[in-house]
């Protein structure tokens, strides 16, 4: 309970985890029971802290909440203490490293209080400049190889891209040619901006009219290309043609006449 010490929440007696089961058996025990836990709670809570408990009224809703707040102290104190004592394990661990380091350091004789200020001030840039870029190994030769390695499968994406981008580059100038030459065309037809679909389906459907209304005079013309340009032939043709009309008005009354004797 840090908001009351002001500080890191000392050990206090473990809570009970039984006392649902408790309060089953008896209501007036469990009560009790929470009563010394929280009371348990808040005396190590305030003695650590050098202070006075105040007075509180334990009401079963005072006391749920304190029993509640104890529990929720009580586990953060022990992940912090876990935390606290893996710190605790990876500096003696860095401090064990450090005095092999340094140890090699002085039988080489590259000792931190012989090296010149540069060269110091140096190495801590470059350990800060390692330990922004998250780099636990500060050789550069292996920061660098391992550069290359990411490099390699940019490098082909990059091909793949570049090959890509010279067949797009050879049908976009596929495509403007072949607009250039549709565009000749057109002109050389006459083409205009003017000449749409819609306009050639209206000339579609006015030709169809204008053939509806000419075929009737066409076909009287064509009833005259038989007549010779002469009228006197003009005459005799139709002379001609009397005396066929008369030759096979003839020859049907005489089929006719010919057809009733025989019936009779």
Do not use: F
């Given at each position: 309970?840090?908001?009351?010490?002001?500080?890191s929440d000392p050990p206090s007696p473990p809570l009970s985890v039984t006392s649902s089961e408790a309060s089953k058996s008896s209501g007036t025990g469990f009560?009790?029971?929470?009563?010394?836990?929280v009371k348990a709670w808040l005396v190590s809570q305030f003695d650590a802290a050098g202070k006075d408990i105040p007075d509180f009224e334990y009401t079963p809703r005072s006391i749920a909440h304190l029993h509640n707040i104890a529990t929720l102290s009580q586990a953060k104190t022990q992940a912090a203490t876990i935390v606290a004592n893996d710190f605790r394990q990876k500096a003696a661990e860095y401090r064990s490293q450090a005095a092999r380091i340094r140890e090699i350091l002085e039988h080489v004789g590259l000792v931190q209080e012989s090296l010149p200020s540069n060269?110091?001030?140096?190495?801590q840039v470059l350990a800060s400049v390692a330990n922004l870029l998250n780099i636990r190994d500060t050789e550069l030769s292996r920061t660098l190889a391992q550069l290359?390695?990411?490099?390699?499968?940019?490098?082909a994406q990059m091909?793949?891209?570049?090959?890509?981008l010279a067949i797009m580059e050879s049908k976009e100038r596929q495509y403007l040619q072949q607009y250039s030459n549709y565009k000749a065309m057109l002109n050389r037809v006459g083409y205009s901006p003017e000449i749409s679909h819609g306009v050639l389906v209206e000339m579609a459907e006015h030709r169809k009219?204008?053939?509806?209304?000419?075929?009737?005079?066409?076909?009287?013309?064509?009833?005259?290309?038989?007549?010779?340009?002469?009228?006197?032939?003009?005459?005799?043709?139709?002379?001609?043609?009397?005396?066929?009309?008369?030759?096979?008005?003839?020859?049907?009354?005489d089929v006719l006449q010919s057809a009733l004797a025989t019936s009779e």
């Open positions: 309970m840090s908001e009351i010490g002001g500080g009560d009790a029971n929470r009563i010394a836990e060269v110091v001030s140096s190495s290359e390695d990411d490099i390699l499968p940019c490098e091909e793949h891209w570049k090959t890509n009219d204008l053939e509806k209304k000419t075929k009737p005079i066409l076909d009287t013309l064509r009833s005259y290309q038989d007549l010779p340009p002469d009228k006197a032939l003009a005459a005799l043709a139709i002379e001609d043609k009397k005396r066929q009309y008369a030759a096979a008005e003839k020859y049907l009354e």
